[in-house]
């Protein structure tokens, strides 16, 4: 227990070093500002729009307010996502590939507390960026309007956990593969499963079956989208989530058994990292 918390600080400092958090940190900063002030403009342009019909206002309004805070979120999925990715495909690949690995293997530590070790350093990376940006949009709105979207402790976990599967997909393909082959694969993970989750919505609406069976495989496939699909439902206003869909929920919101299925995938996902870094000649 010990060496892999040695390992965690580590990989917090060497994180705390690196230009790319500082990077994500200051565009994140920036982010929460430009959506601040959209919100703000465009929150003041429909309450004057619909001043003139009061009976609408506290409906329609608000569901405004989560149509755009839904905005917000999604792009902050994929902003989390994204850092976890590149993050993790150079921690064990990269280190491999310049020899600094040599000094920790060298040492009386288990190559299942370093990878564990790195993994809790990202996640805790990670669950503070996803706080800093989802609190803070969610602040945002909550300050100017008032309004918090619904279920949002179950709709942040969900988002976390969708960015510790990707994480965890990367660290199991930095463990054997090449920083380079790490991004490709991961990335391309990550498109089949945008791609499939749409497939999967469309084809609900259209009540095409192929296309939806196509959507589901792709999430078996790479559970990531259900993740977000779900989340977005929580955090979806009700009346949305009875008229079915909208951009960010689902017309098929996934079960709580993707979900189960989605913490299998991410242990396989763990598993994998441990066995193939155990293996791989340094």
């Known amino acids: 227990m010990k060496s892999l918390l040695v390992?965690?600080?580590?990989?917090?400092?060497?994180?705390?070093?690196?230009?790319?958090?500082?990077?994500a940190v200051v565009l994140g900063v920036l982010f929460l500002g430009l959506f601040s002030l959209g919100f703000y403009f465009m929150r003041g342009t429909v309450e004057t729009a619909a001043s003139n019909a009061p009976a609408a206002?506290?409906?329609?309004?608000?569901?405004?307010?989560?149509?755009?805070?839904?905005?917000?979120?999604?792009a902050i999925s994929f902003l989390s996502?994204?850092?976890?990715?590149?993050?993790?495909?150079?921690?064990?690949?990269?280190e491999v590939g310049s020899g600094t690995i040599q000094a920790l293997v060298a040492k009386p530590i288990r190559r299942a507390d370093i990878v564990l070790g790195k993994w809790l350093g990202f996640a805790v990376l990670l669950g503070a960026y996803l706080v800093l940006m989802a609190g803070g949009v969610m602040l945002s709105v909550w300050l100017q309007t008032g309004y918090a979207a619904p279920n949002i402790l179950p709709g942040l976990l969900l988002m976390y956990a969708d960015c510790l599967l990707i994480m965890t997909a990367t660290l199991a393909c930095s463990s054997s593969l090449s920083t380079l082959a790490t991004g490709g694969v991961v990335f391309g993970m990550y498109g089949i499963a945008f791609l499939g989750g749409w497939v999967e919505q469309l084809g609900t609406l259209a009540?095409?079956?192929?296309?939806?069976?196509?959507?589901?495989l792709s999430s078996l496939a790479v559970p990531s989208e259900a993740l977000w699909r779900r989340a977005a439902f929580e955090m979806t206003s009700p009346l949305v989530q009875r008229i079915g869909f909208s951009p960010f929920s689902a017309a098929s919101p996934p079960s709580d058994l993707m979900v189960i299925y989605a913490g299998l995938y991410f242990l396989a996902a763990m598993g994998l990292a441990i066995r193939q870094f155990n293996r791989r000649d340094l």
Request: glycine share 10%.
């Open 7 to 23: 390992i965690m600080r580590l990989t917090l400092l060497e994180a705390s070093r690196r230009r790319i958090l500082q990077a």
């Open 57 to 74: 206002v506290d409906i329609g309004v608000k569901e405004f307010y989560n149509f755009l805070l839904m905005a917000g979120l999604y």
């Open 81 to 94: 996502i994204a850092m976890g990715a590149i993050l993790a495909a150079d921690t064990l690949a990269g």
């Open 207 to 216: 009540g095409n079956v192929t296309a939806v069976n196509i959507g589901i």
